[in-house]
């Protein structure tokens, strides 16, 4: 059963707020978030026009889900960004906002939650990858800030979602670490299946080869 129809999340109660503009010119990435708030006042927060901030989704403490805009539509969540080429990212993503006080543990209903969302998400509109707010504005975010289990996050993601699967447009060594001075692990040839880990650094990636499970990284510009 879908999870998301007519631009909606279905067990999500909706809450139009004010603060959107516009439509997602691609759908491309899923930006996480974190609120510093609560669950009631996040949400007021977020049906004020002067906030000027909106999240399509918001997950509670508890794995409840609340949306606020409509799937197609832009959010004003990522603000000043930039991520692989893309700027604004405003008109590439959707946000996903996680409740959180700051510096709480993540319940476990939360971050299932999360997972469940994303994954629909991407197999049903088509994102390509998750990032965290504080990867596309560095120098302006730290979120989703610690605790958030960023990796383990990742990997719960990756083993349920067929689209963190790439292919590689080449013959391609598979190194110990992101860089040619690294050591090559094995060469994958062309056409592997290789699962996305971890995020580009200087246009590195860490990947894991689903042939062997050997785990390594490749230059991103040749994967596909």
């Not at 279905?10 to 930006?31: C, L, M, R, W, Y």
């Not at 799937?71 to 080429?85: D, F, Q, T």
């Not at 699962?195 to 499970?213: A, R, S």
Request: aromatic share 10%; net charge positive.
């Amino acid at each position: 059963m879908k999870k998301i129809v007519n631009n909606r999340y279905v067990e999500a109660d909706f809450h139009k707020s004010p603060n959107t503009s516009g439509v997602i010119k691609q759908n491309k990435f899923i930006v996480l978030h974190e609120d510093i708030g609560t669950w009631s006042g996040t949400t007021s927060w977020l049906m004020n026009p002067s906030a000027r901030v909106s999240y399509h989704l918001y997950i509670s403490k508890q794995g409840e889900v609340r949306q606020f805009v409509e799937l197609n539509k832009r959010a004003w969540h990522a603000g000043v960004s930039e991520w692989k080429g893309f700027k604004n990212l405003n008109d590439y993503s959707v946000g996903v906002c996680f409740q959180n006080r700051g510096g709480e543990p993540y319940t476990e209903a939360q971050l299932s939650k999360g997972v469940e969302v994303c994954k629909a998400l991407m197999e049903e509109l088509g994102y390509e990858e998750v990032v965290r707010h504080k990867d596309i504005a560095p120098k302006r975010k730290t979120d989703p800030n610690p605790p958030f289990p960023w990796e383990e996050f990742k990997s719960r993601l990756l083993g349920e979602s067929i689209l963190s699967v790439k292919h590689t447009t080449a013959d391609l060594n598979l190194r110990s670490g992101a860089g040619t001075s690294n050591s090559v692990v094995k060469v994958l040839p062309k056409g592997s299946k290789v699962h996305l880990l971890n995020n580009h650094t200087n246009g590195w990636v860490e990947v894991l080869d689903c042939q062997t499970n050997v785990k390594g990284y490749v230059s991103a510009k040749y994967l596909e």
